[in-house]
C-alpha cells in the first residue's frame, strides 16, 4: 500500500507564477519529508527537506510546506522557470532514519 | 566531482540468467540504497544498507540480493531474472536522511 501519494500525475503552469505540488502520506510516524526533481534519462535531484516538527522551510524559490494534522504537505516554486519542467518526487523518511518511501511523481510542466 | 555511478546503464538479458548491477559512490557516504521506477509506482526502495556489512529489505526485496563489503560499493544482484524485474533501477547513497540522497544516472533493464 502506497504511503506516500501524489494524486497529480502532471500539472502545467505558466512561466513566472506560482506551481504548487502536493503530496498526502499515510504515517504519521515520518520524520522527514523530502522533494527530488527528475529530467528524464537522470536520476533524481534532492530539492529540499523538512522535518516533521517544522511547518515550513524555504530555500531560495522553493518553500515546502507541511501540514502534520492533514497529513499533507506541498512545494511550492515561485516565480516557475521553463527550467523547472521536470518530474517532481515527494519521499518520506521512517523515523528509524532508514527507510525512505518516495511517491508516484508528478509531472510540471512550465510554459513559456 | 561528487558522484554516484552505475554500471551498465543499459542492459538486456534473458530469463534466468544471473547478473550484477554495480554501483559506487565516492563521498564516503555510510548509507546506500537500491530503488526501481516503474510507471504509475514511483520508486520504491529495494534494499538499503546504513553501513559496511549491514543490508536490510526495503518495499520489493523478492528476487534481489546486494552485498556491502567495502563503504563505497553496493551491487544489485538477480540471481534469477524474471520479466517482471524489468525496470529502470536506481542507486543511491546519503550522508544522512534529511540531507537527501545523491542518485546514479540509472540502469535500464529489460528482461526477455
Known amino acids: 500500500d502506497q504511503q506516500v501519494k501524489q494524486n497529480s500525475p502532471s500539472l502545467s503552469v505558466q512561466e513566472g507564477r506560482i506551481s504548487i505540488l502536493n503530496c498526502d502520506y499515510t504515517?504519521?510516524?515520518?520524520?522527514?519529508f523530502l522533494w527530488y526533481k527528475k529530467y528524464p534519462a537522470e536520476g533524481p535531484t534532492f530539492l529540499i527537506s523538512?522535518?516533521?516538527?517544522?511547518d515550513k522551510n524555504e530555500d531560495g524559490r522553493f518553500t515546502v510546506f507541511l501540514n502534520k494534522s492533514a497529513k499533507h504537505l506541498s512545494l511550492h516554486i515561485v516565480p516557475s522557470q521553463p527550467g523547472d519542467s521536470a518530474v517532481y518526487f515527494c519521499?518520506?523518511?521512517?523515523?528509524?532514519?532508514?527507510?525512505?518511501?518516495f511517491g508516484t511523481g508528478t509531472s510540471l510542466t512550465v510554459i513559456p | 566531482e561528487a558522484q554516484v555511478t552505475q554500471n551498465p546503464r543499459y542492459l538486456i538479458t534473458v530469463t534466468g540468467k544471473k547478473l550484477t548491477v554495480t554501483c559506487s559512490q565516492n563521498m564516503n557516504h555510510e548509507y546506500m540504497s537500491w530503488y526501481r521506477q516503474d510507471p504509475g509506482l514511483g520508486l520504491r526502495q529495494i534494499y538499503y544498507?546504513?553501513?559496511?556489512?549491514?543490508?536490510d529489505k526495503g518495499d520489493v526485496p523478492e528476487g534481489y540480493k546486494v552485498s556491502r563489503k567495502e563503504k563505497r560499493n553496493f551491487p544489485l544482484i538477480l540471481e534469477s531474472p524474471s520479466p517482471n524485474q524489468t525496470s529502470l533501477y536506481f542507486c543511491a547513497s546519503s550522508p544522512g536522511g534529511f540531507n537527501g540522497e545523491f542518485f546514479g544516472p540509472g540502469t535500464r533493464l529489460t528482461v526477455l
Open positions: 544498507s546504513m553501513n559496511v556489512e549491514v543490508t
Open positions: 519521499a518520506a523518511l521512517s523515523n528509524t532514519g532508514n527507510q525512505f518511501y
Open positions: 504515517n504519521s510516524m515520518f520524520d522527514y
Open positions: 523538512i522535518s516533521s516538527i517544522k
